[in-house]
């Protein structure tokens, strides 16, 4: 989340809540009593704070209220910070959209934002696979021997390239990377791309949580791939 653009959208809000103030509960919970100007920005401005609230804290909210906006400022400002001086629980990580690298994201977005992330994962899989298939010039495989191949640590054979994230100067760290590309990417698509292939649509739906890890994985194994330089065997003289 952006905390600077969040903090701005939730002080507006506050400027055009107080902006025509309300003498009684009953006109307050009533919006058409304010003025038309007031009564569109707030309502354009609601959906934002909501998504804001969302996710701030994990959970959809119909309705937004003054109580919430000033409760959402002081979570982005302060919320962390207290709760690491108590000794609780400490701030958590999280994973933003735009992170992720483009070849998972552009994929699962139309997907993700209409709310099926069965089919963002599966989205992400296929065009991951997809560029892996172009950069080393093969279709003729499947995905896992595909990774398996590219990323072999073995040399390479014609019609055969590899995918080399670095040189063998450090044998170790050569066969690490390799051999670990290769068993993350083919572990991936086992079971998390394929599984969607094996059972109905309504009885694989995965929880948001295990779809957002999904698409991280995802977006790490396409790193590698992109990154990686394409070695390709001496043609025989």
Request: glycine share 6%; net charge negative; no cysteine.
């Amino acid at each position: 989340m952006d905390f600077d653009w969040a903090l701005k959208q939730l002080e507006n809000y506050l400027t055009l809540y107080e902006r025509v103030p309300l003498p009684t509960e009953e006109m307050r919970s009533n919006r058409k009593t304010r003025r038309r100007g007031s009564v569109v920005e707030l309502s354009n401005i609601d959906n934002v704070v909501k998504m804001i609230a969302e996710v701030t804290y994990g959970e959809p909210f119909r309705y937004v209220q003054e109580h919430l906006v000033r409760r959402l400022i002081w979570e982005l400002t302060e919320g962390d910070e207290v709760r690491a001086r108590l000794g609780m629980a400490e701030p958590a990580p999280s994973i933003e959209a735009s992170a992720l690298h483009p070849w998972v994201w552009e994929a699962a977005r139309s997907h993700w934002t209409s709310g099926n992330h069965d089919a963002a994962v599966w989205a992400a899989g296929v065009n991951v696979n997809s560029r892996l298939q172009r950069k080393v010039g093969r279709k003729d495989i499947g995905e896992g021997q595909l990774l398996r191949e590219a990323f072999s640590a073995d040399e390479p054979k014609p019609g055969r390239p590899r995918l080399r994230l670095t040189d063998s100067s450090n044998p170790l760290l050569f066969q690490d990377l390799h051999v670990g590309a290769s068993n993350f990417g083919q572990g991936l698509y086992s079971a998390v791309r394929n599984v969607l292939n094996h059972v109905e649509a309504d009885e694989h739906s995965i929880r948001e949580s295990e779809a957002i890890e999904a698409l991280a994985a995802f977006s790490l194994l396409a790193r590698w791939i992109d990154k990686a330089d394409v070695v390709k065997s001496e043609p025989l003289a």
